[in-house]
């Protein structure tokens, strides 16, 4: 059984940071790509950032380039999102995503909420 499990979201002043993880199990960590998405109230589910499996590019939505970076830990089956000079913009769920040629995972998601 598949498990993506996130965590550490919570409350942040605007231009603070936070560290989101996400632990998968039940699956070859090594052979998914990784991603990040978020959906705030009344909006779609939107994409933040990947981490490409095969050769460890990674991508960002324009709104978080510069501020937010995800890497992976193999070793721990976990790949992180950093998120630094946080915007009310940014307040949402965030999700992980693991995804291969065939299949696709969603974690359970972890709020974060920006305060002015």
């Known amino acids: 059984q598949v498990q993506l499990v996130e965590s550490g979201g919570g409350l942040v002043q605007a231009g603070g940071s936070l560290r989101l993880s996400c632990t998968a199990s039940g699956l070859t960590f090594n052979q998914y790509t990784m991603a990040w998405f978020r959906q705030a109230p009344g909006k779609e589910r939107e994409f933040v950032a990947s981490h490409v499996h095969k050769d460890g590019s990674t991508y960002y939505a324009d709104s978080v380039k510069g501020r937010f970076t995800i890497s992976r830990d193999i070793a721990k089956n976990t790949v992180y999102l950093q998120m630094n000079n946080l915007k009310l913009e940014d307040a949402a769920v965030y999700y992980c995503?693991?995804?291969?040629?065939?299949?696709?995972?969603w974690g359970q998601g972890t709020q974060v909420t920006v305060s002015s």
């Open positions: 995503n693991a995804i291969s040629t065939y299949e696709d995972y």
